[in-house]
């Protein structure tokens, strides 16, 4: 048994790290002087397969990686693929917002660098088996981490028709959510919806016909919607947001890749409101609060993936990057 297992192939990495040129850059750890800082901590949130991190532990040798994926799968992938680092990395199995604020309990240096790349990865898509995509006809587990009690599968069958057009509306933004939420709901009274085709096929069907001329799948926003509700993505990035900066050492520096407009949009009023030296009212004339801005904005604008990366990796193509320095 122990030889074939030694015989089995290693699981293929599958997805490519994006904006990695860009990250590198404005992640490098901080310089005293004209030389690199002895050490520098660097938190990789959403570490995934590892590619981020295996391009900053090669590229910078003063850095240690503490890396943290809430997929248990994810995690033993960048376990084999960084094992040649040795004790400059290590590896936690949790949600980013809960290793922030427990931070302290480790007795680790603080961070100077913290990276999220949120989402999920192409392995998440193409081989997890867990209904993330409608190109497979899979289960709707939808779930991250299997700690998670909620599946896609409960909410498409037990969630009432108010709360799918809710989280249709707020998650996907998706306009025909209520034709969406009433096919779903008719559909799963004669068998219930289990798997990602299937639902799919509801999906296409229930949505007028001059729409499908849209860019994307008719089911892309209600997927989209479904995951984020089944992990609860965009609380957990407001909480991983504060939990981090409070975190992260003066001088340090925090970046976020995200992939959608819901998530972006946390991300950059996260920042501005960061970014703000006064917070009186604007109707008092002279400024009471005395307020100091946290952070510089270090990418006024996000930056986005050229075409060759585009052309190269086609998931990458509605990434945007925003990078902060807190304020020493
Ligand atoms: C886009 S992938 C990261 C890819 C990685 N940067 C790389 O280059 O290989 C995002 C990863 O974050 C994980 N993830 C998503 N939300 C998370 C959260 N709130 N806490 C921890 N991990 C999370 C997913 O399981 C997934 O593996």
Redesign the pocket.
């Known amino acids: 048994m122990s030889k074939l297992k030694k015989q089995l192939p290693k699981a293929k990495i599958t997805?490519?790290?994006?904006l990695l040129g860009e990250v590198l850059d404005l992640l490098k750890p901080a310089a005293v002087g004209n030389k690199p800082a002895s050490q520098s901590v660097m938190v990789?949130?959403?570490?995934?397969?590892?590619?981020?991190?295996e391009a900053f532990l090669s590229r910078y040798a003063n850095l240690i990686l503490l890396c943290?994926?809430?997929?248990k799968e994810?995690i033993e992938s960048a376990r084999r693929r960084l094992k040649k680092y040795g004790s400059r990395v290590e590896l936690f199995t949790?949600?980013?917002?809960d290793?922030f604020s427990d931070y302290h309990a480790y007795n680790r240096k603080l961070p100077d660098r913290i990276?999220l790349?949120?989402?999920?990865?192409r392995?998440?898509y193409e081989k997890s088996g867990r209904g993330f995509s409608f190109q497979r006809d899979e289960y709707l587990d939808m779930r991250?981490s299997k700690e998670l009690k909620q599946t896609a599968y409960d909410i498409v069958n037990k969630a009432v028709e108010q709360e799918l057009v809710n989280i249709l509306r707020e998650y996907g933004e998706e306009r025909f959510a209520y034709a969406i939420a009433r096919a779903i709901c008719r559909e799963r009274k004669s068998k219930p919806v289990r798997t990602s085709v299937q639902l799919a096929q509801i999906v296409s069907n229930a949505v007028p016909r001059q729409s499908s001329k849209r860019r994307i799948h008719p089911a892309t926003k209600t997927f989209q919607a479904l995951r984020i509700a089944v992990?609860g993505?965009l609380n957990?990035?407001e909480k991983?947001l504060a939990a981090g900066f409070t975190l992260l050492k003066k001088g340090g520096r925090f970046a976020v890749?995200s992939f959608h407009s819901l998530e972006d949009r946390i991300v950059k009023r996260f920042f501005k409101s960061k970014n703000k030296s006064c917070t009186c009212p604007p109707e008092w004339p002279i400024c009471q609060c005395r307020g100091e801005k946290e952070l510089i904005l270090l990418t006024k604008k996000p930056i986005t993936p050229g075409d060759t990366e585009v052309r190269a990796n086609p998931a990458a193509r509605s990434a945007k990057l925003r990078v902060v320095e807190k304020c020493a």
């Open positions: 997805h490519t790290p994006v990789d949130g959403t570490c995934g397969e590892g590619g981020h991190a943290v994926d809430a997929d994810q949790m949600w980013f917002s290793f990276l790349d949120l989402g999920i990865s392995f998440h991250i992990n993505e957990e990035l991983g890749i």
